[in-house]
């Protein structure tokens, strides 16, 4: 069992930065790649990015190449989103998820993630 809280969402401009963090509880930590989702309202949850155990390989949605960073620190038990370059497009829940596979070809599907954290919430203003 994994255990992941959120932190960092809140209201930015359009333009600003974000870092969301996500606190893992349980089970060893550097044992799952991490993914973020997001979903806005009326829509479905959609991938974001994605990190293996080892942080040696990150994964992203097309829409945030180039603006959004994946990390972890395995000593933390964190896994973290740097958003720069943030749009109002951006603004949803946004969900730390964890999977205890090493790598997964679709890696874009919520359903093949074990553990989810509770969301927190970004919203960007135009």
């Known amino acids: 069992q994994v255990q992941l809280v959120e932190s960092g969402g809140g209201l930015v401009q359009a333009g600003g930065s974000l870092r969301l963090s996500c606190a893992a509880s349980?089970?060893?930590?550097?044992?799952?790649?991490m993914g973020w989702f997001r979903q806005a309202p009326g829509k479905e949850r959609e991938f974001v990015a994605r990190?293996?155990?080892?942080?040696?390989?990150?994964i992203y949605v097309d829409s945030v190449k180039g603006r959004f960073t994946i990390s972890r620190d395995n000593a933390k038990n964190t896994v973290y989103l740097q958003m720069n370059s943030l749009k109002p497009e951006d603004k949803a829940v946004y969900y730390c998820?964890?999977?205890?596979?090493?790598?997964?070809?679709?890696?874009?599907?919520?359903?093949?993630?074990?553990?989810w954290g509770q969301g927190t919430q970004v919203t960007v203003s135009s």
């Open positions: 998820t964890a999977d205890q596979r090493a790598a997964s070809t679709r890696y874009y599907d919520a359903s093949v993630y074990e553990y």
């Open positions: 990190i293996s155990r080892s942080g040696g390989s990150t």
């Open positions: 349980g089970r060893t930590f550097s044992g799952y790649s």
